[in-house]
């Protein structure tokens, strides 16, 4: 299954753009009227407010909530289905009190008159939308309702996704992903936004991802041994020597403190090596977006 998957993998081809065109993710609509991405989550991905908040914070973005009068109505061009009424949005009471504040902590007063007799109630408040009138109502946050995910523009990456950061070394973007998956989540999620799993191994592109860790950890790379040759390659096809000869069969960075102990030095704070995992274990990811200037 895993040499199935690496080969599916290494025949996708790497989403490389300039900086004045936009890209979030494979499955995120843009729509140039508001210059932002956004996806629908229905049908078999509803979720309570809670869970729509992690959910769109997990694929970088943010829940949607409409920023001008007529941004509600994105949720049709979105899907047309009759079956999609009343969806969250990122606004709500988290103290139910009549305090309605925005995800990103804005106080929006003007939706403060929904609340009416229930202003004084201990219960959190989510709001909820039609997305055939626009309008608004309170309902109980704990509720499964279909949502949207927005992303907003950012000119430093040929993607919106302000978790990657640009190297004037190597002209290419990475993003350190904290969350735990295993290898071929970590794969797929890289896909998704138009990206690889890094093949980082020069000590400009370490050097570039070591600025960006704070924690010492393990983090999965975009290397797999292929069997029964024992070899590793990584997922842009190349073979590697870079990896101990154990038992697991996918490639990690192995991030350690580095006891630095001279005078006047500029050298990052860990140092790195490569080993292996079990594949089907779970530990964070590192991606790479390569980018034409």
């Not at 047309?80 to 305090?99: A, M, N, Q, T, Y």
């Amino acid at each position: 299954m895993f040499d199935q998957l690496f080969i599916y993998f290494l025949g996708i081809t790497v989403v490389s753009a300039s900086h004045n065109v936009n890209f979030f993710r494979r499955d995120y609509t843009f729509l140039e009227e508001y210059n932002a991405f956004y996806k629908l989550h229905w049908a078999d991905a509803v979720g309570t407010w809670n869970e729509a908040f992690l959910a769109c914070d997990d694929e970088g973005a943010g829940l949607f909530y409409p920023e001008d009068v007529d941004e509600w109505q994105i949720a049709r061009n979105l899907s047309d289905s009759p079956d999609l009424e009343g969806i969250f949005v990122g606004v709500h009471d988290e103290l139910g009190r009549g305090d309605l504040l925005s995800f990103d902590g804005l106080f929006l007063p003007d939706f403060s008159e929904l609340h009416g007799i229930n202003q004084d109630d201990s219960e959190p408040k989510c709001l909820v939308m039609s997305v055939t009138t626009g309008r608004y109502n309170i309902g109980s946050c704990k509720n499964k309702r279909p949502f949207i995910c927005k992303k907003k523009d950012n000119e430093y990456c040929p993607t919106i996704d302000s978790g990657y950061i640009y190297s004037k070394t190597t002209k290419k973007c990475y993003k350190v992903h904290k969350r735990e998956i295993t290898w071929a989540e970590a794969m797929h999620t890289c896909y998704m936004e138009g990206g690889i799993l890094s093949t980082a191994i020069h000590s400009s592109e370490l050097n570039d991802i070591l600025n960006m860790i704070t924690e010492v950890k393990y983090f999965f790379m975009g290397f797999r041994r292929i069997m029964p040759h024992n070899a590793f390659y990584s997922v842009r096809g190349e073979k590697v020597d870079i990896f101990p000869r154990n038992a697991e069969n996918c490639g990690i960075l192995v991030v350690n403190e580095r006891n630095d102990d001279c005078y006047n030095c500029n050298q990052n704070k860990h140092m790195a090596s490569y080993s292996t995992y079990d594949c089907n274990g779970t530990l964070p990811f590192i991606c790479e977006l390569d980018v034409k200037l």
